[in-house]
């Protein structure tokens, strides 16, 4: 019977599954013959497309039913199996027009769990990876493929093993190459479609060898989509992914504007001090909305948001910048997707491709770097079909240039002017609370020089001047009274008074390529994070083998001289900060094969062969005399030998050595020094004892050593001459008695915890002092006498006594 049952199951499975794979392959036959019959221009709706059951309902589930005109184009030529170069405006959905070919291409190639990752999206960012994702589970969830998301900041360990299982990726370009460098499960040689959202951005000079190195490892027989409101038609970027006849589709390119007609662009020109007034005013003015500002740094992102917060707006305040841990990360940005009554502080991370809904305004505080900058910020807000926002751009004097740029790329923007007396600057109070928190003046500080710092690493010196900046009047603006020193501009300067012209422009060049990926790593790029690591180092070492030729004349800028030690730049460290350098300089490049990175170690090695001197902190007695700090004393004879030989670099096995030595006298030490404590606490407690049992002793009980200073008293022995009055008990400030007593050494007080301390009397007994010294008990007998008698009687004892003189 059982047996019956399982057969009955089987034959049912057996048959089902063919019935169901015989239908599937008609409608794939059907779906794949209509292809070649698509015109974009008639489709109306989703249906009038070949496409699957399983991927219409998922649109249709999710409101999804005319498509947008770069949707029509790019699935139409994509099912085709073309190859594509998408642009379209922002906001145009662009995110559909690929991810509905993915779904159909491998639908119609029966692709299982099995036949691993067949289709890979690349994004530049983390967030932008996430949003792709949640798109694709949305529509894509009636077909049976898996979807995985690989960004970095993740679970590494717990990806690794769910590699195998994965048909549509999703990632961004750093960890994908940690999983094809390190991942023995991750297989993509039999990828089909290959998409980068965002491309001109993933195939710029930050992820330059990230990108190479991926795109090596790919199968070249793949179908490759690109995809950005501003698209590269760069013949090189697209012989580097071996696209020689892209269909280029281009929906919008004949509008009359490249940015959203719904949304509405102004700029204003302001000096650099005002910028923060303005922001502030215009939050306060726009309380019931949402709105968007980009800064240049992470760290201005951050100054700004925690003097916000203090400052109090009356509106949700939150900040979205790179060097945030993941977690945070994500919170923020679902955070900043889910209210409608919120500012979001950000640096350019958030820049590309978010679909934040329903954005109302958003502000770029500092002028963006290119004008390609300009139309991704601005498109955050304005999308969709029925998307409207408002841009508003603030520019610097100088930067008013920019505008003709804008405009001459189809950018509608007017100037507006801000009315003054709406602008109210909380400079005292900002001033106020810089004072009163080092913290935030750090915070401050470093948001100053980061931004100096960007204007300086920007290409265009026309339009970006850090020398016509008013350095002091930003500081003051952002509430430094003493601006901060800029050391990283001195010391330009100085090595740029020396240079040739020729040479100048040799080094605009690599400022060029190192700010991109200033720009890379203050914003999103992957591989600056730990987990990542070893990614970086990859991608530190092919970028220093690249540019070994323009480094002829360059040096390592050192930005470990700077105040702001971990500043955005930090990971320009990583990434070859070159300026101009010395002669002398120059030769020890060109000497030097290959450029190592910098790590600690190396610094640490530097500084001690240049024999620099580090300051030490000496104490001193009240009496001026230095106290010796016993824990730098080194006591075992390994470490004396250690400093002796004094050997130049460091030798991490003989110093741990040296310092498991160490390590017993140190134990030692502490030991004794508890012990201390405990006798030193015991005494104490045994004086308080004493002290309320004295109350019969006017002194009380208290020792010499920690009793009252009564130096300052007559010699009791001078002023009452000596006498056996046995009732006292102390003489407290005979010197020699001091001396003794302080001579109580360590012996005496370990006694002094076995045995009970000898009686005051005792103590005075055996120190010799004469027992009569202290008189003032017997005085007090007499003054409580007189006390106690009534004036009539004092009287008759004064005339007795006065009788008995005489
Ligand atoms: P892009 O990548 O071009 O900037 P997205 O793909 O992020 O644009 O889409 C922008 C917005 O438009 C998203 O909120 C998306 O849900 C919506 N959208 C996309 N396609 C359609 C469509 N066919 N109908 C309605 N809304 C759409
Ligand atoms: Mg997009």
């Known amino acids: 019977m059982k047996e019956n049952t399982k057969d009955v199951k089987k034959i049912k499975l057996y048959k089902g599954k063919k019935k169901k794979t015989a239908e599937e392959d008609a409608a794939i036959q059907y779906l794949q013959a209509q292809y070649e019959k698509i015109v974009p221009d008639e489709i109306k709706t989703f249906k009038d497309l070949p496409l699957s059951q399983k991927t219409l309902k998922g649109l249709k589930d999710n409101n999804y039913n005319v498509p947008t005109e770069i949707q029509k184009q790019?699935?139409?030529?994509?099912?085709?199996?073309?190859?594509?170069?998408?642009?379209?405006?922002?906001?145009?959905?662009?995110?559909?027009?690929?991810?509905?070919?993915?779904?159909?291409?491998?639908?119609?190639?029966?692709?299982?769990?099995?036949?691993?990752?067949?289709?890979?999206?690349?994004?530049?960012?983390?967030?932008?990876?996430?949003?792709?994702?949640e798109t694709l589970r949305k529509v894509g969830r009636f077909h049976d493929f898996s979807a995985g998301l690989i960004i970095g900041g993740q679970n590494l360990k717990f990806e690794r093993k769910r590699m195998d299982q994965i048909n549509i990726l999703i990632c961004t370009p750093g960890r994908l190459l940690q999983h094809m460098d390190e991942n023995p499960l991750f297989d993509c040689s039999h990828l089909q479609i290959l998409v980068l959202d965002e491309a001109d951005r993933c195939l710029d000079m930050g992820f330059e060898p990230t990108m190479n190195a991926i795109i090596e490892n790919l199968p070249p027989e793949r179908q490759t989509l690109l995809f950005s409101a501003t698209q590269t038609k760069s013949v090189k970027d697209l012989a580097r992914l071996?696209?020689?006849?892209?269909?280029?589709?281009?929906?919008?390119?004949?509008?009359?504007?490249?940015?959203?007609?719904?949304?509405?662009?102004?700029y204003i020109v302001c000096e650099i001090d005002e910028k923060i007034g303005i922001l502030w005013s215009f939050i306060k003015n726009h309380l019931k909305q949402k709105v968007l500002v980009f800064m240049a740094t992470c760290k201005q992102v951050k100054y700004t948001y925690d003097l916000f917060c203090k400052l109090r707006p009356g509106v949700s305040l939150l900040a979205l910048y790179g060097t945030l841990h993941q977690e945070k990360r994500e919170k923020i940005y679902n955070e900043f997707c889910r209210k409608s009554n919120v500012v979001l502080f950000a640096t350019d991370l958030a820049s590309r491709g978010l679909d934040f809904p329903r954005v109302n305004w958003v502000i770029q505080m500092d002028c963006p770097e290119d004008v390609d900058t300009y139309i991704h910020r601005a498109g955050r807000t304005a999308r969709g079909i029925f998307g409207k926002g408002e841009g508003l751009l603030m520019l610097l004097p100088n930067e008013e240039k920019i505008v003709d740029d804008l405009q001459n790329r189809k950018i509608p923007i007017n100037k507006i002017s801000v009315d003054p007396s709406k602008v109210i600057a909380p400079q005292r109070k900002i001033e106020a609370l810089l004072s009163d928190n080092t913290e935030l003046k750090q915070t401050a500080q470093r948001a100053f020089v980061s931004y100096l710092k960007s204007i300086f690493l920007m290409k265009n010196k026309d339009i970006f001047n850090v020398q016509l900046l008013d350095t002091d009047a930003y500081a003051r603006s952002l509430g430094l009274i003493v601006p901060p020193r800029i050391r990283f501009l001195y010391k330009y300067q100085k090595n740029h008074t020396s240079k040739q012209p020729e040479e100048t422009e040799n080094n605009n060049d690599v400022v060029e390529k190192l700010k991109a990926n200033v720009i890379n790593n203050d914003t999103a790029f992957e591989e600056s994070e730990s987990e990542d690591q070893k990614v970086d180092d990859q991608v530190q070492e092919t970028k220093n083998s690249k540019s070994q030729k323009s480094k002829k004349d360059l040096i390592k800028f050192d930005f470990h001289n700077d105040d702001s030690d971990e500043d955005d730049f930090l990971q320009v460290k990583k990434t070859d900060v070159d300026v101009e350098t010395s002669p002398l300089q120059e030769e020890k490049t060109k000497s030097k094969k290959k450029a190592k990175p910098i790590t600690k170690a190396a610094v640490a090695k530097k500084i001690l062969k240049r024999k620099i001197k580090v300051n030490t902190k000496v104490k001193f007695t009240e009496e001026g005399e230095a106290i010796a700090d016993e824990k730098k004393d080194v006591k075992?004879?390994?470490?004396?030998?250690?400093?002796?030989?004094?050997?130049?670099?460091?030798?991490?096995?003989?110093?741990?050595?040296?310092?498991?030595?160490?390590?017993?006298?140190?134990?030692?030490?502490?030991?004794e020094k508890v012990k201390a404590k405990h006798r030193e606490h015991k005494r104490k407690l045994k004086n308080k004892k004493k002290e309320e049992e004295g109350d019969k002793d006017d002194f009380g009980s208290q020792s010499e050593s920690d009793g009252p200073d009564l130096s300052w008293l007559p010699d009791p022995d001078k002023v009452y001459g000596k006498n056996n009055n046995s009732d006292v008990e102390l003489d407290s400030n005979d010197d020699s008695n001091r001396s003794n007593t302080q001579s109580d050494d360590e012996h005496s007080e370990e006694e002094d915890e076995k045995y009970h301390r000898p009686t005051k009397r005792k103590l005075v007994e055996s120190r010799g002092i004469p027992q009569e010294s202290v008189a003032p008990r017997k005085m007090k007998k007499v003054q409580d006498l007189s006390a106690s008698l009534s004036v009539q009687e004092a009287e008759a004892l004064a005339m007795q006594l006065l009788r008995n003189k005489s």
């Open 74 to 133: 790019a699935i139409a030529y994509a099912l085709q199996g073309k190859d594509i170069l998408g642009a379209a405006k922002t906001g145009s959905g662009k995110t559909l027009a690929f991810l509905v070919p993915i779904l159909e291409i491998l639908f119609c190639k029966k692709w299982t769990r099995l036949d691993g990752v067949g289709a890979l999206v690349i994004s530049p960012t983390r967030e932008l990876a996430y949003q792709i994702y």
């Open 242 to 266: 071996s696209l020689s006849f892209p269909t280029y589709v281009a929906p919008h390119e004949q509008a009359a504007t490249v940015t959203p007609e719904s949304l509405q662009q102004s």
């Open 636 to 671: 075992s004879e390994l470490a004396k030998q250690f400093i002796n030989e004094n050997v130049g670099g460091i030798d991490i096995e003989k110093a741990k050595e040296v310092l498991r030595e160490e390590d017993k006298y140190d134990k030692i030490r502490f030991r």
